[in-house]
């Protein structure tokens, strides 16, 4: 049993938000699946494997982070985190809206 | 303490590599933006957290839009194909503005608090309240036209 870093459980809170992020990732994935799969069939499924696979690394991430920036903190008093991983995400957003904007022109012209 | 970071034994042959004004304990290892880390002091790590934090709730906020987008499109809801197809890409439109905010408003912040200098305002705020009752109507005017 180790204190925390901070009162303000800084720390804590962050690798929260990262487990919630993978959540609303899953959880946003199986919902579209579900809604589109009858019209994209495999397509629909991969990409809900891959909304999940996403987010369990998102959760992994979130007991990482939690590790190397509380050793750094204890360490030296600094955060070792840079933008990676954030960029990675942020893209990852990115494509997810524009597949989904793929998605509705698609069915606006074909359908 | 076996998960101790192992930067400390390389106190044997490491001459001036090179700037060791702010991080000395980061192993100079670069980090990634340049663009951020490059200029000013390293800022309170709460406020890095906290920045961390607000990424993820944009991203999160991205996430929630556009799939609120794909589902009235997959539902046919509203029925008029129209006022649908607008409502569904307005809010994908605005889930990709969310996407670009959480990385782009996470990169300003984090720039600013190195710098010391006041942190940006919120822009894209206006523009989703905007876009959230647009969507909302669009979807309102389908229902009843």
């Known amino acids: 049993m180790t204190a925390p870093v901070d009162p303000g459980l800084q720390v804590e809170r962050t690798s929260l938000a990262w487990t919630r992020t993978g959540l609303a990732l899953a959880l946003a994935g199986a919902v579209v699946t579900r809604l589109t799969v009858d019209r994209l069939g495999a397509v629909a ?67 | 303490m076996s998960s101790g970071r192992a930067s400390g034994g390389n106190g044997d042959s490491v001459d001036d590599e090179g700037s060791d004004e702010n991080q000395g304990s980061d192993g100079g290892r670069s980090r990634f933006p340049r663009r951020v ?13 906290a920045n961390e934090r607000t990424f993820l709730a944009w991203l999160r906020t991205s996430l929630a839009l ?46 600013a608090m190195r710098r010391n200098s006041p942190l940006p305002a919120p822009a894209v705020g206006f523009l989703l309240v905007i876009g959230i009752a647009t969507g909302v109507l669009l979807v309102a005017f389908g229902l009843i036209l």
């Open chain 2, 37 to 49: 880390y490059a200029v000013g002091n390293e800022p309170d790590p709460r406020f890095s957290l």
């Open chain 2, 66 to 111: 556009v799939a609120a987008g794909v589902a009235l499109e997959a539902l046919g809801f509203p029925q008029s194909a129209g006022f649908r197809g607008a409502a569904a890409f307005v809010f994908i439109a605005l889930g990709l503005a969310a996407a670009g905010r959480a990385w782009f408003g996470w990169m300003a912040t984090e720039s």
């Open chain 1, 45 to 111: 499924v991969t990409l809900g494997l891959i909304a999940v696979v996403c987010a369990v690394a998102m959760a992994a991430l979130a007991g990482v982070r939690y590790r190397r920036a509380t050793a750094s903190l204890r360490h030296s008093g600094t955060l070792p985190n840079d933008g990676t991983v954030l960029a990675l995400a942020s893209a990852s957003a990115l494509a997810v809206g524009t597949a989904a904007a793929v998605f509705v022109v698609w069915g606006m012209l074909g359908a």
